[in-house]
C-alpha cells in the first residue's frame, strides 16, 4: 500500500539544523512531484519546498537560502535539510507526493519539528 514516512523531526535551538527524511514506498516514485509542508497551531498547511523527478527545486519565500530539499529516485526518499531555524518555523512537517497528471496525491503522517531554546 502507499506509504509516506516522515522522520528526523524534534526540538532544536534557534539558530539550529533540522533534517527531514520521508521514505515513499507503494507507487512509482519517479511519476511524482514531492514536496514538504508544514502546519503550525491554529495555522493553514503551507508549502515550503518542492522537487520535481528531474530535481527542480522550488521554495517558499520562507524557506529560500535557509532550506534544501532533495530526493534521491533510487531510494524513493525526500529529504529537507533545515538550517538557521527560528522559532516561527515550528511546525507539524508533512510530506507530499502529487502524481504528475493523474488526480493522485498523498500524505504522511508528519512531524513535528520545534525551534525553542
Known amino acids: 500500500q502507499v506509504q509516506l514516512v516522515e522522520s528526523g523531526g524534534g526540538l532544536v535551538p534557534p539558530g539550529g539544523s533540522l533534517v527531514l527524511t520521508c521514505a515513499a514506498s507503494?507507487?512509482?516514485?519517479?511519476?511524482?512531484?514531492t514536496a514538504w509542508y508544514r502546519q503550525a497551531p491554529g495555522q493553514q498547511r503551507e508549502l515550503v519546498a518542492t522537487?520535481?523527478?528531474?530535481?527542480?527545486?522550488n521554495y517558499a519565500d520562507s524557506a529560500k537560502g535557509r532550506f534544501t530539499i532533495s530526493r534521491d529516485n533510487a531510494k524513493n526518499t525526500v529529504t529537507l535539510q533545515m538550517d538557521s531555524l527560528q522559532p516561527e518555523d515550528t511546525a507539524v512537517y508533512y510530506c507530499?507526493?502529487?502524481?504528475?497528471?493523474?488526480?493522485?496525491?498523498?500524505w504522511g503522517q508528519g512531524t513535528q519539528v520545534t525551534v525553542s531554546s
Open positions: 507530499n507526493a502529487r502524481h504528475i497528471w493523474r488526480p493522485l496525491n498523498y
Open positions: 522537487i520535481s523527478s528531474g530535481g527542480t527545486a
Open positions: 507503494g507507487f512509482t516514485f519517479g511519476a511524482y512531484v
